[in-house]
């Protein structure tokens, strides 16, 4: 629901446009935009001023919006329904450890202080496209076990899971869906080892993964400001942020996913008590 006034590129990777929201968008407008957005996964616009059933509507060019708050939600230091408060954030992507992770984030900022922590983001098309060919050829067909989060400053293992918590095996090189382009799949945060390698040897390459993704000039670094609007690719594209600090900062969350977090998920116990839980709330 939204046409396409002009772009630009973003450094080092990511298109910024200028957005006009309406309420009866042609197909070419969905489709533009939809174009922009698969080209490296990351979208910016600025001056926006959206509802949460307006960012819904506008988010459903990039995939299917689930009707569940569990999905669309504010991260916030501020509101009383907010999430995530001021805690530090490794690089991750949300919730990797289900069957289907979410495919698209997008966060609009409502409120946010000029000293609001940033966001940052990397992309596993440059980092995979980065590395060696002898790196590229180790790390073909391999799989990595990713884990639920219990905590969000360090990595998470095995050893910190809890009876019940879940685990997903995934590729470590995943392809983007309709280019076959590929992408690292694995992160700081929930990614607990490579399967078949000793611990030793999965933390080892893990490392050398991990120094080609967050690489100082791989790092879109995301100063906001209120009524920005940025989409992002949840499986090609990770996000980190700093300690969020006393500063307002409530940001606007919605979410595309084939399956819901309590589909997948159904014996967990976050839907019950949402505020208690650090694990389920998306991160950003």
């Known amino acids: 629901m939204t046409q396409v006034l002009s772009t630009r590129p973003i450094e080092p990777f990511g298109v910024e446009a200028e957005l006009a929201f309406r309420a009866s968008p ?15 996964g990351l979208l910016v616009a600025r001056g926006l001023n959206l509802t949460m059933e307006e960012q819904r509507a506008m988010c459903g060019a990039f995939g299917p919006v689930p009707d569940s708050p569990y999905e669309n939600l504010y991260v916030s230091n ?9 805690k530090e954030l490794q690089w ?6 289900l069957p289907s992770p979410y495919l698209v984030a997008a966060l609009h900022a409502l409120d946010v202080d000029p000293d609001a922590a940033s966001t940052r ?23 990595a076990l990713q884990v639920r989060q219990r905590v969000s400053e360090r990595a998470n293992r095995l050893g910190d899971l809890e009876a019940g918590d879940l685990c997903t095996v995934h590729p470590v090189v995943r392809a983007q869906e309709g280019t076959g382009r590929p992408y690292l799949f694995v992160n700081e945060n929930m990614t607990a080892c490579i399967i078949g390698l000793s611990a030793a040897d999965s933390d080892a390459l ?3 993964l991990f120094a080609y993704l967050y690489a100082e000039d791989a790092i879109y670094d995301h100063a906001w400001r209120p009524g920005d609007l940025v989409v992002w ?3 090609s594209v990770q996000h980190a942020r700093g300690q969020a600090g006393v500063g307002a900062r409530t940001l606007q ?8 977090y309590k589909e997948q998920y159904p014996a967990d116990s976050v839907g019950e008590d949402l ?10």
Request: hydrophobic residues 35%.
């Open 26 to 40: 042609s197909d070419a407008d969905q489709t533009q935009i939809a174009r922009l957005y698969m080209r490296d």
């Open 78 to 86: 501020t509101r009383a329904d907010g999430f995530l408060g001021t």
């Open 92 to 97: 991750h992507n949300d919730v990797p450890y």
């Open 121 to 143: 983001f990397v992309s596993g098309y440059r980092a995979y496209e980065s590395l060696p060919d002898r790196l590229k050829a180790r790390v073909e067909g391999m799989k």
């Open 206 to 208: 893990l490392e050398e």
């Open 233 to 235: 690719d949840n499986l």
């Open 253 to 260: 969350r919605v979410t595309c996913t084939r399956f819901t």
């Open 275 to 284: 505020h208690n839980a650090t694990l389920f709330a998306p991160a950003a």
